[in-house]
């Protein structure tokens, strides 16, 4: 795919999850990333509106740059727009990358994830924002959450939107894969929101949607008087796995960290 159809991409992508009445985001909230290739990504930049996405909402960033901050310890949020900025593939641009375009780096990172998409729907986070956030989201409720959101969600305790943030979710993630053997397609972050990471544009707008259902499904659940979650050997039975070349380059990537 050309870097031309990459952006196209992207800003299809992001005008979907910005669409209002999906109530995914408001005003500036979310930000979308896509990987051009091995050593650059779009990322949204900062203080744009999702649904106005167009050919100005995202900035070109050298991967290399953004990871490396991550690296790093004790930056204020100024030290970390001062290095974003350093990352730019382009020192002219006018539009500065959103300070959560750490994880955005690392989550592209990842083999075999192309595009990612973080959002702040309100059925989320009502369930982020409770008392018994980490422990609603623990298993699966239907078929097609297990299809689009994978056999299990990662939960990210709350840190700093920018580098703390970031931190927490490259540890939870390699957890994620260790575990698994795989990439989480859906990550939920505790009093903030979600992140759905994918090959294809597609995949994270069905996982967005997908995880927005089963919230709506899961807080009727708790109505009722609780939730029944699947049995694992059903869960284990309905997912279908990557191939085994690509679970062992996962594995191997991530034992190098
Ligand atoms: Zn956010």
């Not at 995949?203 to 499904?217: D, L, N, S, Y």
């Not at 059903?234 to 190098?256: S, T, W």
């Amino acid at each position: 795919m050309s870097e031309k159809e990459i952006l196209a991409q992207l800003i299809a992508m992001s005008r979907e999850l910005g669409r209002p009445e999906n109530d995914y985001v408001i005003l500036g909230e979310g930000n979308t990333s896509a990987k051009i290739d091995e050593e650059h990504f779009f990322v949204k930049a900062s203080g744009k509106y999702l649904a106005d996405s167009d050919e100005n909402t995202f900035v070109k960033v050298k991967l290399n740059g953004a990871l490396a901050i991550l690296d790093k310890d004790n930056l204020t949020d100024d030290q970390i727009k001062e290095l974003l900025f350093a990352a730019c593939a382009d020192p002219d641009s006018s539009i500065r990358p959103s300070i959560e375009t750490t994880f955005h780096a690392f989550l592209l990172s990842l083999p075999g994830v192309n595009f990612v998409g973080h959002t702040h729907p309100t059925p989320i986070l009502a369930m982020m924002c409770s008392i018994n956030a980490e422990n609603i989201i623990r298993g699966r409720i239907c078929p097609e959450e297990i299809v689009f959101c994978g056999p299990e969600s990662v939960y990210v305790e709350y840190g700093d939107p920018g580098l703390a943030l970031g931190k927490k979710i490259r540890e939870s993630v390699y957890r994620y894969i260790d575990k698994h053997g795989c990439n989480p397609k859906v990550i939920y972050v505790q009093n903030h929101g979600l992140i759905a990471l994918a090959g294809t544009a597609d995949e994270v707008i069905a996982a967005t949607a997908v995880a927005c259902k089963a919230a709506r499904a899961l807080t009727g659940a708790m109505i009722f008087g609780g939730v029944r979650y699947l049995p694992e050997e059903d869960v284990e039975r309905i997912y279908v796995r990557p191939d085994e070349a690509y679970r062992l380059e996962q594995l191997k990537r991530a034992r190098n960290r």
